[in-house]
């Protein structure tokens, strides 16, 4: 082995960090944007560009896409030379599949504004950018998976359980959802018709809310937490079993997506069944969690980053059992298409994903320079408003949503219809305000963080750790 | 120590908490003298308020005109009101001794009742605004209240349960995972019961 493999490849790790912040406050700037046209609609002043409908797309791309898998390569790939103790494999591949996925997050998200769009949920992205995804994506794969395969470590670390999840399922669910006859650069018609095509859609776009959103954060929660506490996970055995009940049940429920649509009952049913069963394996995860933390409260006093971990644990928590409850048939008749689904996806996206996400990079980066954090202070600030955003975001669609399905569905006794749609959606300006507000809140505490981080790592050069020596009660041949 | 809690304890809650807090770290309440002679009386605040308010205006939810719905359906809903009020105050203290092991709070359940009735005490009296059935209006007075609620919980729990801040931190927020989870419930339980022909009137 040469002397410089022996240290691990951070490099990589910091660059895909800051990516994922610069898209964090852009495409969270996106949401706020959209979210002001919803209160004010001239504001696209005519040009298509700044449309809702080009917009909101280029929210939930950046975000999941930009933001979010930047920071899930990140983490993946300090995670995993660390339970490994092996620098990573192909390092020159990893550093293609941070640089090329930051084109492809660049490239799609031009297109989108340009009007490209397959009309599929959270795969928006045309036919040239799926075939490109799907290139990093197994580029991303060959990089994580070599590196566990020449790891030192004999056991696999459960988050990399997680992490190995993401990168198989994410490549089938996005294979499959994007096979399209192309009939020219910027367009794609999809190979399914009519309800099939609906159904495979929502399999893609439910589970990559479970293995991206969920699987993936998990992996960053189960390596980061108990590194953030200094203590082992609270019950190692509960991860695994809930991992394996987690990746059984989450591939059943994209169908909650379509009650009462035309597809069959029986399929309607087997998605509400397997979504409710899915409440164990989450909260078997959040109590693990819970317990770990739990023991280490005396961290809390010297790091801020724990506090994002904590609460995000909470709304992860919410999340998953809100998630279930919305599925059952009788709930979902009244909360599908209103604004309350809006709120749920945001108490997952605000209050779990980019909570952890916060935490994970509050205790990354200084240590990833070798620095403290500029500002512990700012940290603090930083989770009062994200705290605040988040739950202002979530009140206030709680409001409109159910406003909005008792309103649609009243009738008088004649069975008539008791409200004109657009008076009911006219009457939803205040709670717009407040979602309005509390976006600029949440965006608010990630330009913080950005300069936050900013501060820390300006003029400093990765640290080098060294790869440790391997306790041979643990390593590969013991 | 002491079994009495003094008793303008709740007013000064609403301008002192941390001091409020202070005095009920040195008492040990009865849970039941606790119930009878502060928490029911919130408790109660809102129901009333609400059937006082929708029986003369009617819920505007925003649309033109106000949901008006009977007298004797109006009871049935304030009643419905003050149990889950009750239950959730309850079940919330409960819970939290319950935590408290985890924790290493104190135990004793009267005082958990206290500090839950004393957290959630601005919300009571800011209930008020059911006086004027108007959603956007509610909405703008009790936000702010629960994020006033939510601070009275963090700042609390440590004063009041004699943990360090830290410790408090981490029970505070397991209780407030509770609290949205018993939000969502509620509002997903509503939404069943209305789907089943419970409540107003919806063509599904």
């Known amino acids: 082995m040469t002397q410089s493999s022996n240290y691990y490849h951070d490099k990589i790790t910091l660059r895909l960090v800051q990516f994922s912040v610069i898209w964090a406050v852009l495409a969270m700037t996106a949401g706020v944007y959209i979210s002001a046209e919803l209160v004010w609609p001239t504001i696209d002043f005519g040009q298509f560009w700044l449309s809702f409908g080009r917009l909101r797309p280029l929210h939930t791309n950046g975000v999941i896409f930009g933001f979010g898998v930047s920071a899930l390569m990140a983490t993946a790939f300090y995670s995993v030379q660390r339970t490994s103790h092996v620098p990573l494999f192909a390092p020159r591949l990893a550093w293609f599949c941070c640089y090329a996925w930051q084109l492809i997050v660049l490239l799609g998200g031009l297109s989108l504004l340009a009007g490209w769009n397959s009309s599929k949920e959270y795969a928006e992205l045309e036919w040239p950018f799926d075939i490109a995804i799907a290139i990093v994506w197994v580029c991303f794969g060959i990089v994580f998976f070599g590196t566990i395969a020449t790891r030192k470590i004999k056991p696999i670390y459960i988050s990399n359980w997680f992490y190995g999840a993401l990168i198989i399922v994410i490549a089938m669910l996005h294979i499959v959802n994007s096979l399209a006859m192309p009939v020219s650069i910027d367009k794609s018609y999809s190979l399914y018709a009519g309800a099939q095509d609906a159904v495979v859609q929502w399999w893609y776009g439910h589970n990559a809310v479970g293995f991206l959103l969920t699987g993936g954060f998990l992996g960053m929660i189960y390596y980061f937490l108990p590194k953030h506490a200094e203590r082992p996970i609270w019950s190692y055995r509960l991860s695994v079993v809930a991992f394996w009940a987690f990746v059984y049940s989450y591939i059943w429920a994209g169908p909650h997506h379509l009650h009462y649509n035309s597809i069959p009952e029986w399929v309607q049913s087997l998605g509400m069944a397997m979504s409710v069963i899915l409440l164990a394996p989450s909260w078997a995860t959040m109590i693990n969690g819970i317990m770990t933390v739990s023991t280490a409260w005396e961290k809390l006093r010297s790091d801020p980053a724990l506090k994002f971990i904590v609460l995000s644990l909470a709304f992860y928590g919410l999340a998953t059992f809100e998630g279930p409850m919305m599925s059952i048939r009788s709930v979902n008749v009244i909360s599908h298409f209103t604004d309350w689904t809006i709120g749920h996806v945001h108490s997952g996206a605000l209050g779990w994903n980019a909570m952890v996400t916060y935490g994970t990079f509050y205790f990354m980066i200084p240590r990833l320079v070798d620095r403290e954090l500029y500002s512990v202070r700012l940290a603090n600030i930083h989770f009062w408003l994200a705290l605040a955003g988040t739950m202002l975001y979530v009140m206030a669609m709680w409001a409109a949503g159910v406003s909005q399905g008792l309103l649609w569905l009243s009738v008088d006794q004649i069975g008539e219809l008791s409200f004109d749609f657009k008076d009911i959606m006219a009457s939803m300006t205040p709670y717009y305000l407040l979602r309005l507000v509390a976006g600029l809140i949440f965006l608010g505490g990630t330009v913080l963080m950005a300069y936050n981080l900013y501060m820390t790592v300006r003029g400093r050069e990765t640290a080098r750790v060294t790869v440790p020596a391997v306790d041979p009660a643990y390593g590969v041949g013991a | ?204």
């Open chain 2, 1 to 204: 120590m002491s079994s009495k809690i003094d008793s303008y304890l709740l007013i000064r809650a609403l301008y002192q908490p941390l001091n409020a807090f202070e005095q009920l770290s040195r008492v040990d309440p009865s849970p039941a003298g606790v119930m009878f002679r502060y928490s029911l009386w919130l408790v109660i605040l809102p129901p009333l308020f609400s059937l006082i308010g929708a029986s003369n205006f009617g819920w505007r939810l925003g649309a033109a005109e106000p949901l008006r719905m009977t007298l004797g359906s109006l009871l049935i809903v304030s009643a419905g009101y003050l149990l889950v009020l009750l239950f959730g105050l309850v079940s919330t203290a409960i819970i939290s001794r319950w935590m408290a092991t985890t924790y290493g709070a104190n135990t004793s359940i009267g005082r958990h009742m206290a500090l839950m009735t004393i957290v959630g005490a601005p919300l009571a009296f800011a209930s008020v605004a059911h006086l004027f059935p108007d959603v956007f209006i509610n909405v703008l007075v009790l936000i702010p209240t629960m994020i006033w609620s939510m601070y009275l919980l963090y700042k609390g729990i440590p004063i009041a349960l004699e943990i360090p801040p830290e410790r408090g931190m981490l029970m505070a927020s397991s209780l407030v995972g509770w609290l949205l989870v018993a939000a969502v419930s509620l509002l997903g339980i509503s939404m069943a019961l209305w789907t089943m022909g419970f409540g107003p009137l919806l063509g599904v």
